[in-house]
């Protein structure tokens, strides 16, 4: 490899998600003094001239890395844990931040089934000697709270059967809340209960005939309620929020809870309904998902992404 096309590869294995380890190994453990000191200075992204007069690593980007360096051990963490223990601490960690992770909140307590929600429910009283509820209550204080706490404790109805007509009914619910703009859609009491209550069997049919009532989507209309788009994708159209999260996460300039959401989501949905994510994705992006992953992973957290959602082929 020449001298530029080595600079060139050290560069990316910096620059994606994850890092290149073998990369730093063949190529930078070999590299004398002077080679380094030549990419420095051939490196103003990640070096800057000191006033001392020495090239210096952005302080930025030395933040960046210690997370890329992290990103394969917190993807094997993730992996590893039992699935009650995962999204316990999945949704303690979403409450931690400063500015809480609702979309977090809505994605686990949406996309599980029921069991595996009391499942979560029960590993977080262990883990934290809290409720999940109790917890919600005290640190969300905007109006999605009442709507959460009821999608978190939700048990609902899995089997086959679905009272056409009542799905039907509750489509006009729908449609009528959506014309009165003074509504505020989230604190609408029999909005919650239907989304909070519903078995996802019946929330499907209920989509189908918005859809055959007003001649759209229910996600889209719901372009202004972004908390209610999103309960509603994730109950509704599960594949296709996952390919979107997905598609998102899946690059360079995103920002760090972002990059986060690829190895949530490839871990977490590994077992359960990969293989149709992959097939949402190919089809809404034109590219297959392991491509995508390619384009952008580094190293060890490439490989091993790439090594889960193979097992679903």
């Given at each position: 490899m020449s001298?530029?096309?080595?600079?060139?590869?050290?560069?990316?294995?910096?620059?994606?998600?994850?890092?290149?380890?073998?990369?730093?190994?063949?190529?930078?453990?070999?590299?004398?003094?002077?080679?380094?000191?030549?990419?420095?200075?051939?490196t103003?992204?990640?070096?800057?001239e000191?006033?001392?007069?020495?090239?210096?690593?952005?302080?930025h980007?030395i933040l960046?890395?210690?997370?890329?360096?992290?990103?394969?051990?917190?993807?094997?963490v993730?992996?590893?844990?039992h699935p009650?223990e995962?999204d316990?601490?999945l949704?303690?960690?979403a409450?931690?931040?400063?500015?809480?992770?609702l979309?977090?909140?809505?994605?686990?307590?949406?996309?599980r089934?029921?069991?595996?929600?009391?499942?979560?429910?029960?590993?977080?009283?262990?883990l934290?000697?809290?409720?999940?509820?109790?917890?919600?209550?005290?640190r969300?204080?905007?109006p999605?709270?009442?709507?959460?706490?009821a999608?978190?404790?939700?048990?609902?109805?899995?089997?086959p059967?679905?009272?056409?007509?009542?799905?039907?009914s509750?489509?006009?619910?729908?449609v009528?809340a959506?014309?009165?703009?003074?509504?505020?859609l989230?604190?609408?009491?029999?909005?919650?209960?239907?989304?909070?209550h519903r078995?996802k069997?019946?929330?499907?049919?209920?989509?189908?005939?918005?859809?055959?009532?007003?001649?759209?989507?229910?996600?889209?209309?719901?372009d202004?309620?972004l908390?209610?788009?999103?309960?509603?994708?994730?109950?509704?159209?599960?594949?296709?929020?996952f390919?979107?999260?997905?598609i998102?996460?899946?690059?360079?300039?995103?920002d760090?809870?972002?990059?986060?959401?690829?190895t949530?989501?490839?871990?977490?949905?590994?077992?359960?309904?990969?293989k149709?994510?992959?097939?949402?994705?190919?089809?809404?992006?034109?590219?297959?998902?392991?491509?995508?992953?390619?384009?952008?992973a580094?190293?060890?957290?490439?490989?091993f992404?790439l090594?889960?959602i193979?097992?679903?082929?």
């Open positions: 001298e530029a096309n080595a600079y060139a590869a050290l560069t990316k294995a910096f620059s994606g998600l994850g890092v290149d380890e073998n990369l730093f190994i063949s190529t930078l453990g070999k590299w004398n003094r002077h080679q380094r000191e030549i990419y420095r200075v051939s103003p992204g990640f070096f800057k000191d006033e001392r007069q020495f090239q210096r690593w952005d302080d980007h960046q890395l210690r997370q890329e360096f992290l990103r394969l051990k917190d993807a094997v993730i992996y590893t844990m009650w995962r316990g601490r949704f303690k960690e409450l931690l931040l400063k500015v809480p992770q979309n977090v909140l809505i994605e686990t307590a949406c996309t089934s029921s069991e595996e929600l009391l499942g979560a429910r029960r590993a977080y009283h262990s934290f000697d809290h409720s999940i509820e109790e917890d919600i209550a005290h969300i204080q905007n999605e709270r009442k709507l959460l706490v999608l978190v404790t939700s048990h609902r109805y899995e089997g059967r679905v009272n056409d007509d009542l799905a039907k509750e489509a006009k619910v729908f009528n959506l014309k009165d703009a003074k509504k505020n989230v604190e609408d009491d029999e909005i919650m209960r239907i989304l909070s078995s069997l019946h929330l499907k049919a209920l989509y189908n005939h918005y859809k055959e009532m007003t001649g759209n989507y229910l996600d889209e209309d719901l202004g309620e908390t209610l788009k999103q309960v509603v994708q994730c109950l509704c159209l599960p594949q296709t929020y390919s979107n999260i997905l998102a996460s899946l690059r360079l300039d995103v760090e809870s972002a990059k986060d959401s690829a949530r989501v490839i871990v977490t949905r590994a077992d359960v309904d990969m149709q994510i992959k097939e949402e994705f190919h089809s809404k992006y034109g590219t297959t998902l392991p491509a995508k992953i390619e384009e952008v580094n190293g060890s957290y490439k490989d992404l090594t889960i193979s097992k679903s082929d």
